[in-house]
């Protein structure tokens, strides 16, 4: 089993390097430059400030993945729910990575007092889909066509599960 553990600042370029190489290849997120070490060390510190669960998976020591929670919307009345981010390292993809990250972020962000938790799969991606619907999520919306990736037109497709009562 790959362990997780709260991210730390030296954590940084790892988690850039997975997120460029998504950034660079996929449409599971719609951002198209990657953002830099240092906007990972912020983001890492911003997140332990406000308690929200920031996680990375180890293997052999190095990291292969990382998995956070931040508040859905920055609305006060979107407080108890938040959306989830989780990136698997090219080359260790499907050796069960996600499914460890993903369990360890529902108990983190419900012991962080979020109530509910949405994935926005970017693309429509199946990965993601599978990943989540396995974690207990269930389907709760798409918008069609709202961003552009490659040259492609693409759907964004909303999750959500309870953390105090997935069903």
Not at 14 to 22: D, G, L, N, Q, R
Not at 93 to 113: C, E, F, P, Q, W
């Amino acid at each position: 089993m790959t362990p997780t553990r709260p991210a730390a600042p030296a954590d940084a370029p790892a988690i850039a390097a997975i997120y460029a190489h998504h950034v660079r290849h996929g449409t599971a997120t719609f951002d198209t430059e990657a953002p830099s070490p240092e906007f990972w060390t912020e983001k890492i510190a911003t997140l332990a400030a406000r308690n929200w669960p920031f996680l990375v998976a180890e293997d052999a020591g190095e990291v292969v993945g990382y998995a956070y929670a931040t508040q859905f919307r920055d609305r006060p009345a979107y407080a108890r729910t938040c959306e989830n981010s989780i990136y698997i390292r090219p080359g260790m993809i499907g050796r069960g990575i996600g499914t460890v990250l993903i369990a360890a972020l529902l108990d983190a962000a419900a012991a962080s007092g979020f109530k509910e938790m949405i994935a926005v799969a970017g693309g429509g991606e199946p990965a993601s889909v599978a990943l989540h619907t396995k974690a207990g999520f269930r389907h709760a919306g798409r918008m069609e066509r709202v961003g552009e990736k490659f040259g492609r037109l693409l759907d964004t497709v909303y999750m959500q599960r309870g953390l105090t009562d997935p069903a």
